[in-house]
Structure formats: C-alpha cells, structure tokens
C-alpha cells in the first residue's frame, strides 16, 4: 500500500482543528493517520482501522516510528464489523473505489489481492461505508473522502440518504486542459450551499503547481 497522490491531498485537505476524536478508515500502511496527527492536537485521539494483516503491521510499525504513537492507535479489521463504544469528530477515508472491470482485462491480474481488496468496491460499498460513518459521526463531526469524479453525483446522493450533506467539494486535475480525474469531498449533518473548489496538480512544464505545493507543503521535504 504504497503513498499515492490522492492520500497526500486529502490529507493536506482535511480540516483538522478543534478535532480530538479521529478515525482514519483504511489506513493501509497509516499515511493519513499520520498526517492527521501531525496536525492535530496533542490531545487527539486517532484510530486507524485496516483490513489488510500486512499493511496493518506496517502501519504499526510506521506509528512506533513516529512522534505520535501515543496519538494512534491501529487495528486490523473490517470497519463493517467495529461496533465502537464512542463516536467521532472526524473521520477520513480514502475508499476503495474501482467498482469492477467493465470488460475483459488484465489489469487486476497483475495486482495482488491485498491492493485489488484495497482499490475494489466490493469490499466497502459506499452505501455500506456511509451507513456505517452516520452511525458513529458526532452531531457536529465532519467525514472526508475521496472518489473518482464520475461517481461525484452519486457519493453524494448516498450521502444525503444517510442524512450527510456534501458541505465542501474539492475537483483534482492533473493539468488544466484535462478533466478532474477525482473528487475529495467532506460531509456533516447540516444542509447547505455546496463550496466547490479546483486544484491542479501540475503546470503545462510537468512541474507541480503552486496551489498544490501551498496545500502539500507540510507533507513534502523538498517543498
């Protein structure tokens, strides 16, 4: 479960402030965890939940490694089958979102179960992921996440039968002159105007792109 573009900008996009009960929902080998805790308050508490045995060992590994293992706690499992004794102010998922193959294709053959299980919707369908998050979000929490922008209209729909309201709408192109290839998304309980924002992630050079380097900056070294 390798660090991948998409996890950096929702992380770097999550609003985190005044949030001290946090769930990373497929954490894979914990990058939002971590990017979340870097963030937040030393008094926040993160979960991050796994399916996969493999990438929840690393993420345990990964959090022991870092400044904030006492923030982070990790467990492997399906979310589907957490019944946990306390709701969240935040919760961030970066889901798996290929539905399946719309034809005959090698494409899933090269890739090993864990990562198929990862990026496959069969495993966290979002009516079963945004059930579960209304279940367990607080009254004024907040639930980020990320889908392909085709499926924007219909994340959304999903959400608002759950009674969560898109409140926040980030569109990502990967140049200007191509369409947005994903969506980040945040939702509440509260109804209201949708803020819809752009980001490009690189100039026409190839080279990344201010408002990505401004949004990602806590995140990259050489940035």
């Not at 402030?17 to 979340?36: K, P, V, W």
């Not at 963030?39 to 022991?64: C, G, H, T």
Request: proline share 4%.
């Amino acid at each position: 479960m390798k660090v991948n573009t998409d996890s950096l900008i929702l992380g770097s996009w999550v609003r985190v402030a005044g949030r001290y009960r946090i769930l990373d929902i497929g954490t894979g080998t914990g990058i939002l965890a971590l990017m979340l805790a870097q963030r937040a308050s030393e008094e926040a508490v993160i979960d991050a939940i796994e399916i996969d045995a493999d990438a929840a060992r690393q993420a345990r590994e990964n959090v022991l490694a870092s400044p904030w293992a006492d923030n982070i706690a990790v467990c492997q499992g399906s979310v589907l089958t957490q019944c946990p004794g306390r709701q969240y102010d935040l919760i961030a998922c970066n889901p798996p979102y290929f539905a399946a193959p719309a034809q005959s294709t090698q494409a899933y053959a090269t890739q090993s179960e864990a990562r198929q299980q990862a990026r496959m919707q069969d495993s966290l369908s979002p009516a079963r992921l945004f059930a579960w998050v209304a279940a367990y979000l607080t009254a004024e929490g907040a639930f980020y996440c990320l889908y392909p922008a085709d499926q924007v209209h219909d994340i959304v729909e999903q959400g608002r039968a759950c009674g969560l309201y898109c409140t926040d709408l980030l569109w990502v192109q990967s140049y200007a002159h191509k369409a947005a290839h994903v969506a980040a998304m945040c939702f509440t309980r509260q109804e209201g105007a949708v803020q819809k924002e752009t980001l490009v992630i690189h100039t026409e050079t190839g080279d990344y792109s201010d408002d990505y380097r401004n949004l990602c900056r806590p995140y990259y070294l050489k940035f």
